[in-house]
């Protein structure tokens, strides 16, 4: 089955400091990745979709210039949390979609999550 | 905006039945998802309904009625494992809108 891969699992940072997760779709092309944030009990949240090759798109309040997005292979997507501060803090998903058409809802599949801890 | 409801927690015991509502206010999506997502997991795919009526896959069943704006999951035969959250999922084309989300607690 279609298999997404995030790096790292867990991190824990200074404030201050950027942080880096990768996304990956191990057996299949995604054309387009979505970035989630998830706090505590609570619902998952879209913060942006990326397409191959060009920019992301962000949902009303999500600062681009804060979470910067990548998505520079049919493979790979990374979010990068800079400047991170404790408010940040948060449960990061990823997920794939494995076929895009005009007329018909995509298949999203959800990496196993990056949990982001800063101090 | 969209906003899709449920209820914050469900409790049942092993072998029970037990239905997640779902309420929305917002038209013109595809069909609805469910997910769910164990406690540091990923969320995984359940059902989805793309027409109204209701969807059959093991002991899981989804039901949507666009005309009421609600679906709902019915989970059967319950099992401890199936302590979890659920999510109903606006679907739509490059989009998924999430539910508020249901803790389910199944108890021996």
């Known amino acids: 089955g279609a298999v997404v891969s995030q790096h790292p699992s867990r991190v824990i940072c200074k404030s201050g400091t950027s942080v880096k997760i990768e996304c990956r779709s191990l057996d299949f092309q995604a054309t387009t990745m979505f970035w989630y944030r998830q706090f505590p009990k609570k619902s998952l949240m879209l913060m942006a979709t990326s397409n191959e090759g060009s920019k992301a798109t962000y949902e009303q309040g999500v600062e681009k210039d804060k979470f910067l997005i990548n998505h520079a292979s049919l493979t790979l997507s990374t979010l990068t949390v800079t400047s991170a501060h404790p408010e940040d803090s948060s449960f990061y998903i990823c997920?794939?979609?494995?076929?895009?058409?005009?007329?018909?809802?995509?298949?999203?599949?959800f990496g196993p999550g990056t949990r982001l801890t800063v101090l | 905006g969209q906003s899709l409801e449920q209820p914050s927690e469900v409790t049942a015991v092993e072998g029970a039945i037990v239905q997640i509502n779902c309420t929305y206010q917002t038209s013109g999506f595809y069909g609805l998802s469910w997910y769910q997502q164990h406690d540091g997991g990923a969320p995984t795919f359940l059902s989805y309904?793309?027409?109204?009526g209701l969807e059959e896959t093991g002991r899981f069943s989804s039901f949507l009625s666009r005309s009421d704006s609600y679906g709902y999951l019915l989970l059967q035969e319950l099992q401890m494992k199936d302590s979890a959250s659920y999510f109903c999922a606006e679907t739509g084309f490059q989009k998924l809108v999430f539910g508020t989300g249901t803790r389910l607690l199944v108890s021996p």
């Open positions: 309904n793309a027409l109204d």
């Open positions: 997920s794939a979609s494995i076929i895009v058409t005009s007329t018909t809802a995509d298949t999203q599949y």
